[in-house]
């Protein structure tokens, strides 16, 4: 019809159509829910997770502390248990620092005297050793550490037998700082017991002065049991 502002269909296609397509407030509202609900599966996971490898160990507490298993422990038992300070100053036998964190994951089994070690402290020292060989299968969860309190070289002979796979750690820590961690019972000095300390890192046990090895084993065979599956098999040597 003349005089008509209607458009072909060729028109149309000659010239396109400019288009453009906004996201609405509606999308942007969609993707935030999203991504807060991926955070909070995120965090709920890592608080899952985190409980189920506390859970064990936790587990090896209310064992001895509620259940009691065959009688009262032998040793002990620190309530609440005592972590190892972060900025404890450890350092190896070279001098060199060594950080806190490299003794977690482990049950430890801690002798302390001074570089001297003499009659007791050798006497610690041998009794630790043959403590983790009589756990049997379960000797790979426990590490023997000595903890030295002074300066005083170790004799070559000495160094010699610690160092026989599996090998001990030895650390240096000034007596005093040791102190603010590890406590001797009343009238006894630090060096006389052996100490427990959980794969979190925490002081939980220490034995009477001059312990019997045989009711120390069955402390260990308790709270090694009671705590299977969440410590490492075993420290690299």
């Known amino acids: 019809m003349s005089g008509s502002n209607s458009s072909s269909p060729d028109d149309v296609s000659a010239h396109g159509l400019d288009l453009t397509v906004h996201a609405s ?21 890592m608080v899952v997770v985190v409980l189920l490898c506390a859970l064990p160990v936790l587990a090896s507490y209310f064992t001895f502390y509620v259940i009691k298993p065959k009688g009262q422990a032998y040793g002990s038992l620190i309530s609440p248990s005592i972590p190892m300070p972060p900025d404890l100053p450890l350092r190896n036998l070279a001098g060199e620092p060594v950080a806190v964190d490299s003794l977690r994951q482990q049950w430890l089994l801690v002798v302390v005297d001074g570089g ?18 009589m756990l049997g299968r379960e000797r790979d969860r426990l590490d023997k550490v000595w903890l030295v309190t002074d300066d005083v070289p170790l004799q070559p002979a000495l160094r010699e037998a610690l160092a026989a796979r599996p090998a001990t750690t030895v650390l240096r820590v000034p007596s005093e ?8 019972d009343t009238g006894q000095p630090l060096s006389g017991h052996l100490y427990l300390v959980d794969p979190m890192g925490r002081w939980m046990w220490r034995s009477p002065a001059r312990p019997d090895p045989m009711k120390v ?6 709270l090694l049991k009671a705590s299977v599956s969440w410590d490492q098999p075993g420290r690299p040597q």
Not at 25 to 45: I, N, S, Y
Not at 217 to 222: F, G, S
Request: net charge positive; aromatic share 6%.
């Open 116 to 133: 001297s070690c003499v009659a007791e402290c050798e006497s610690h020292l041998y009794m630790q050793r043959q403590l983790r060989e």
């Open 177 to 184: 700082a040791l102190g603010r961690w590890l406590r001797a």
């Open 217 to 222: 084993k069955k402390d260990l065979d308790r």
């Open 25 to 45: 407030p509606t999308d942007d509202a969609l993707v935030a829910l999203r991504d807060a609900e991926r955070t909070r599966r995120g965090r709920f996971m």
